[in-house]
T-cell receptor, first 116, second 114 residues
């Protein structure tokens, strides 16, 4: 079945570092991908919609200059957390619906980001 | 703004019993709902979905009920097993299309007692 893969699965880095997270659709094309953030014992909150070949759409309250999104191909979207600080530590999850499919969208297994 | 919420944040169930997880939604225009299961350290896993033109849908050991009158959704798990222990989210797709963004409710943690 359709699979969405995220890389890395976890990352620990120092405050001030920029971190890139990849989201790939492994056997299908995705013109749109979604990025969510989840804090411990909380729900998933939508951060932005990644659109292939165009600018991402950010949800209210999400800083676009802080969370850079690039969707350069039909199978890859990247989220870069720029100048990360401890409050950016979270579980970042992407999802991707299949083009021309009525199937529910598929979620990656998330990236655990810890900023020291 | 519009949101999807749950009545119970935690639920403990004896193995073999049936589980019922409830969800209230506020957007009366919503017509597509999904239940997800999330195990620790993993992404959400699709369980079952339902559209507003239905009031019940069954899967393998799971049933989703939709009451549009009171804007209530429930997930029933039959013969609950230890492997069912996880956090369950109801989610709403505002546009009604499976390829659009999904808004998650706060979640219910299900613990199965062996």
């Amino acid at each position: 079945g359709a699979v969405v893969s995220q890389h890395p699965s976890w990352v620990i880095c120092k405050s001030g570092t920029s971190v890139k997270i990849e989201c790939r659709s492994l056997d299908f094309q995705a013109t749109t991908m979604f990025w969510y953030r989840q804090f411990p014992k909380q729900s998933l909150m939508l951060m932005a919609t990644s659109n292939e070949g165009s600018k991402a759409t950010y949800e209210q309250g999400v800083e676009k200059d802080k969370f850079l999104i690039n969707h350069a191909s039909l199978t890859l979207s990247t989220l870069t957390v720029t100048s990360a600080h401890p409050e950016d530590s979270s579980f970042y999850i992407c999802s991707a619906p299949q083009v021309r499919s009525n199937q529910p969208q598929h979620f990656g297994d998330g990236t655990r980001l810890s900023i020291l | 703004g519009e949101s999807v919420g749950l009545h119970l944040p935690t639920l403990s169930v004896q193995e073999g019993d049936n589980s019922i997880i409830n969800c209230a939604y506020s957007n009366s225009a919503s017509d597509y709902f999904i239940w997800y299961k999330q195990e620790s350290g993993k992404g959400p896993q699709f369980i079952i979905d339902i559209r507003s033109n239905m009031d019940k849908r069954q899967g393998q050991r799971v049933t989703v009920l939709l009451n549009k009158t009171v804007k209530h959704l429930s997930l029933q798990i039959a013969a609950t097993q230890p492997g069912d222990s996880a956090v369950y989210f109801c989610a709403e797709n505002p546009s009604g299309t499976s390829y659009d963004k999904v808004i998650f409710g706060p979640g219910t943690s299900l613990s199965v007692i062996p």
